[in-house]
């Protein structure tokens, strides 16, 4: 299994709600990133974690959380959202922090 | 700041041509460089790595690394429609954690048949 794997692929929500993005892979990395990108922007880092613990915190906004239930898994819970964060959110794995990332499909996400 | 410059384009070529795109960095100390290409709507998905001085080749891919420079550039030959995207170079910079990676904007290649 070379794959990095995210559901949904699409989400449509409401300024109130409370969803939650899933990213698993099983390609034994120990490195798994959320990312999030804007049209035509390049990717921008949100979190890592480093065997399972938070490495990385790129000042991001606590309407956003992660959570790492296990080295496969890697989650981002989503709550009162802005219509500004609406866009493609992407997980990525890596082996090491010398290999480049295995990034999964994204989710597209719309805040309305 | 840690920079990463590309052009952003679009640079566009003719089918069979040689594409060539450019990237700089800041970070003198960076240690490792990625070629990214990613398709409209599609995520990056990893095309090549270097690390050393000098060139490395992979297919119709070729990747070349001046650290004195500080630049670094992925060769595409035989350019095919197939190859039109954008293409993200991204640099593992010294410092910090070894984990992150700068991205640049993306250069928006087209190839015409």
């Known amino acids: 299994d070379t794959e990095v794997t995210q559901t949904p692929k699409h989400l449509v929500m409401g300024m109130t709600n409370k969803k939650s993005l899933k990213c698993e892979q099983h390609?034994?990395?120990?490195?798994m990133y959320w990312y999030k990108q804007k049209a035509k922007k390049p990717p921008e880092l949100m979190f890592v974690?480093?065997?399972?613990?938070?490495?990385i915190n790129e000042s991001v906004p606590s309407r956003f959380s992660p959570e790492c239930p296990n080295s496969s898994l890697l989650n981002l819970h989503l709550h009162a959202l802005q219509p500004e964060d609406s866009a493609l959110y992407l997980c990525?794995?890596?082996?090491?922090?010398?290999?480049?990332?295995?990034f999964g499909s994204g989710t597209r996400l719309t805040v309305v | 700041q840690k920079e990463v410059e590309q052009n952003s384009g679009p640079l566009s070529v003719p089918e069979g041509a040689i594409a060539s795109l450019n990237c700089t960095y800041s970070?003198?100390?960076?240690?490792?460089f990625f070629w990214y290409r990613q398709y409209s709507g599609k995520s990056p998905e990893l095309i090549m790595f270097?690390?050393?001085?000098g060139d490395k080749e992979d297919g119709r891919f070729t990747a070349q690394l001046n650290k004195a420079s500080q630049y670094v550039s992925l060769l595409i030959r035989d350019s095919q429609p197939s190859d039109s995207a954008t293409y993200l170079c991204?640099?593992?910079?010294?410092?910090?954690?070894?984990?992150?990676?700068?991205f640049g904007k993306g250069t928006l290649l087209t190839v015409n048949p």
């Open positions: 390609m034994g990395h120990r490195a």
């Open positions: 991204a640099v593992r910079p010294s410092g910090g954690s070894n984990y992150k990676l700068t």
């Open positions: 990525a794995s890596s082996q090491r922090p010398n290999y480049g990332y295995t």
């Open positions: 974690y480093s065997y399972e613990k938070l490495s």
């Open positions: 970070d003198r100390g960076s240690q490792s």
């Open positions: 270097i690390y050393s001085n």
